[in-house]
């Protein structure tokens, strides 16, 4: 069975094309609209269910596993009402939202048995020891402190132990730059918990599955992207003012849900302060998005990348 599924797994030794972010975004292909298993997809879930019954005791009678909201670290207070924060409930896995080179994002269903309260996920999973790219990441870390000389050494030679250190690494950082700025009011999704290196975010996008389409979908009229464009700006803004620069902003890393912009994909998020190339990342971050606002109607006295980014030096006390 592993062996007729095997077409399912990521080969990790094929050839790595389009290496640099501006040319794998430009070629990525747009994600599934909903996240919904295929039949094959269904088999192999069910084979490491099987497996997981093994290793973990029993698994609940429906769906794939029990709700780990017992589990690592929590959101922050108030929860959001719509979070479904019971020990009864179980996860239904949905489907793969989104692959990528660190981690791939699947659609989740928290559900009670019962058929009660349900809401859907996003729960991202960062890959560990076995996958051998952790690119971009060098310039990033910098300025992050490792408690212990043996773990910066393993991070530095890449080992094994070092890649799973890098991965939940990536999974800290990102839960806690995202309950950090849900709690100052940046657009970014709820930040629902983190056990290793799984991150369960607040699903952003309609009822039935769909996601929300990233920015670089969008065909919006020139009044639309000017509103986008201060959403945009006012967010950068909003991170700035605390310190932060996302590190990795694009189109591709931005949502829109109901007119409403939202960052995603914050890993990478950059203390600019602290890390020697923070005003590197927060002038790149800018230069990213004006680019594209320009390109779709904004006028270019209003995206001006210099202008902005002295705005939000300033915002940071850099001036």
Known sequence: MYERYAHLVEDEDAPREHRTRLRRAEDEPAPRNRGR?????????????????????????????????????????????????????VDIELGVLKSGKEADVH????????????CLLAAKRYRGSDHRLFHRDAGYLEGRRMRKSREARAIAGRTGFGRNLIAEQWAVAEFTALSRLWQVGAPVPFPVQRVGTEVLLEFVG???????PRLAQLRPSAAEARELWRQAL????VLARHGYAHGDLSP????????????????QVVDVVANPRGPEFLARDVANLCRWFAGHGVPATDCDPVACVGRLRAELGLN
């Open 252 to 267: 591709y890393n931005v949502l829109v849900h109901d007119g409403q912009l939202v960052l995603i994909d914050l890993p």
């Open 234 to 237: 006012d967010a950068m803004t």
């Open 107 to 118: 659609l989740l269903e928290r559900t009670l048995p019962d058929g009660g309260r349900s």
């Open 37 to 89: 298993l295929t039949e094959e997809e269904r088999d192999l879930l069910a084979l490491r269910r099987a497996d997981a019954v093994s290793e973990a005791g029993p698994l609940p009678p429906t769906g794939d596993r029990w709700s780990t909201w017992d589990e690592g670290e929590r959101g922050p207070t108030p929860y959001p009402e719509w979070l479904v924060t019971d020990l009864g409930a």
């Open 206 to 212: 309609s009822p039935d599955g769909t996601a929300a």
